[in-house]
């Protein structure tokens, strides 16, 4: 990957960009054939997925920036990257404080998915300290777990894997997430993300029996398949 040339104006757009809300929601309102012509490329970018994968990569590429300013000698680029940085770290908790007393004042499945929903996206950003980080993340845990006693079905697969991301990432191990394996694995028949969830945990924690388990009921189910599954089921 190719350094960026610092500069301040350069790091404040790296952390707009970094640190704005997701762009899915954006990507899914565009017609799959969209065609584009982004400023200073010569070529059209054809399709919302090419579109997507390129502006993945620039994002990468602005994380990249924001790490490096941190270690430039000028320090109007530092300042830049450490008053940013900080104003956003203060919003998100206020936030997430703001959102957590809502639930527990309500304790209704649809205000608590809510807090879920930007609790998931705010532990991806990577903005807090690591104990920081593990705090959140047991907040996060804590309120899935109300969440699937008050309505199980709202609890789906791609929660389930960024809880168990999350925890290989912080807490360093997926101990104790069994119960949470278990409950995925209720859904293998209708949530593409819990299946492959289950299937990765298998394959890790080497359970051949089960993992072989779980592709039979794959292969019952209706779901749609992508690549992913459909190499493992060739293969086992």
Not at 12 to 31: F, G, I, Q, S, W
Not at 150 to 161: A, Q, T
Not at 163 to 176: A, F, M, P
Request: charged share 35%; net charge negative.
């Amino acid at each position: 990957m190719d350094n960026y040339n610092i500069t301040g104006e350069i790091l404040v757009r790296a952390v707009e960009e970094y640190y704005k809300d997701d762009m899915e929601p954006m990507y899914n309102l565009l017609h799959p054939d969209v065609t584009f012509l982004l400023p200073g490329r010569d070529q059209l970018i054809e399709g919302r997925d090419e579109l997507r994968r390129i502006m993945s990569l620039e994002r990468s590429k602005e994380k990249l920036a924001i790490q490096n300013a941190m270690g430039q000698e000028d320090s109007e680029v530092v300042h830049y990257a450490a008053s940013y940085i900080t104003d956003v770290i203060a919003k998100y908790k206020e936030s997430e404080k703001r959102l957590r007393e809502i639930c527990e004042e309500n304790k209704d499945a649809d205000t608590v998915l809510i807090y879920l929903q930007f609790s998931d996206k705010m532990l991806h950003k990577n903005i807090f300290s690591e104990p920081e980080q593990r705090m959140y993340l047991n907040m996060f845990e804590g309120y899935m777990q109300e969440l699937y006693e008050m309505d199980s079905s709202k609890v789906d697969g791609e929660l389930i894997r960024d809880l168990i991301e999350l925890h290989r990432e912080y807490i360093k191990n997926t101990d104790g997430l069994e119960i949470w394996i278990d409950r995925a694995e209720e859904k293998v028949y209708m949530d593409l993300a819990a299946a492959k969830e289950v299937l990765k945990f298998y394959f890790h924690k080497k359970n051949e029996q089960k993992f072989k388990e779980v592709i039979q009921k794959i292969k019952k189910s209706p779901l749609l398949l992508d690549g992913e599954i459909l190499e493992w089921i060739r293969f086992y």
